[in-house]
């Protein structure tokens, strides 16, 4: 690809890259959410039209307009979100419009040879019958591969695959990747995973802000000149805790069950303990019922069995407010829905919750004057970049809402924090940010029950750390025993 460039209404997505990738390579693109990365992929899958770009194929220029351009030049491609068909079968899914034909009749007994070949080069074995929507992610991310390599795909591009990946399934994909590649297909692997572009790359493209930084090979390879390329400076991943001794209990659930949205027991049996002064994570794959647990906590879900202690006293289904009271702050999972109104201003965002204190209302009547003090101390205090408090909260980037929302939480001075997937889709200042705050509210004898799907998160910053598996305590260990191995077992429903 030669002088890509393509810009969306106030922002350069990609800035005049050049990018090659050898035949039967594994090629590692890598960078900060927003680098470019997905876009640039686009444009060479026909699915982004470029500002300029030049695209040859074994050396000569190629006109790819579209992704059914990009596949008759047998690229393919397997997005962040799938494309599946829910209801249809594996087999359907994976020859959907293109079904091989014979006489004017669908050809399926061709078209099963083809993908059971398909199967065996991959390693993969797959019930071709089941219908897609009764797959687990992980298997449904490979028909979504074998789709492309029915295709005829020698040029794979996967976009952050392994983000709904247990650390087992990455490992199988990989394995995966390699006899591909030893099929001499080249793979280009979009992650933000530093650890797993050096494991299974051949090469690593680093983009940062829409540009190309560097290209390093397996050889020449550091974590922290991967972390340089990417963000310009290298990661500090320590943090300075103070030991934890305390024996006051924050937050007790005993033998808590609690049902889904589909009337299905997500919760089952789980009893837990935070105690000031330390950050209790909980690892798992998610939908294995940490968000219904963390609901149930905040009374924002029924609990059917089982208690919910803050300081001892019972606090199951109580109203969220009263939760708040007891002093817990919230970092919701989904900030656009819990824990911002995207269409007010950020200086009511930083009200929500305060609203019925004396000192921001009087009989009803908001007062202006303390609002106004409130959101200028929480956007000073938590970095929140802001042109205004009058700007709609909606038009500041992800990584400044979620610092909106930390500040404002942790500044109604909770003893427990109850933080969810707190560093979602932030870029890794954003992150090392909000990770800080947490460590430093642990540091201050607050309680944290820390629930994250990002493993490394939640090695590099709890105390003890709880793998939920289809919503039962699968194991609990303390962080010096806590690997990633022995976690992703347990996360993959492996007993350890
Ligand atoms: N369809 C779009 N409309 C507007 N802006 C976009 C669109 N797609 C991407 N962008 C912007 O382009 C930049 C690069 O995004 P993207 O390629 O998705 O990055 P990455 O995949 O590295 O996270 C980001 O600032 C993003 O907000
Ligand atoms: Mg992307």
Redesign the pocket.
Known sequence: MRGVRKT??G?I?VDGVDFEVSRAEIRGLL??????????MKILYGMVTPDSCKIYLNGTEAHIRSPSDAISNQIGMVHQHFTLVPPLSVLENVILGLEPVSNGMLDTQKALEQLQLLCKSTGWSMDPNSPVEQLPVGLQQRVEILKALFRGAKLLILDEPTSVLTPLETRELFQTLQRLKEQGTTVIF?THKLNEAVTICDRITV?RK?KITGTLSKAEVSFDELARLMIGRPIHKTFQKNPSTSEIILLECSDLWVRGDSKKDAVRRVSLVVRSGEIVGIAGVEGNGQTELVEAIMGLRKVEQGAVRIKGNVRSNVRPLDVINSGVAHIPENRHERGLILDFIVSENTLLGFQFRNEFSTRGILSKHSILELANKIIRAFNVITPSTKTLTKNLSGGNQQKLVAGRELSRSPDLIIAAQPTRGLDLAGTEYIQSLLVQARNEGKGVLLVSADLDEVLNLSDRILVMYEGRVAGELHASEATEETIGKLMGGVHA
Not at 31 to 40: D, I
């Open positions: 969306f209404p922002v997505a960078g900060e959410n927003g680098a470019g990365k997905t876009t640039l979009i983009m829409g």
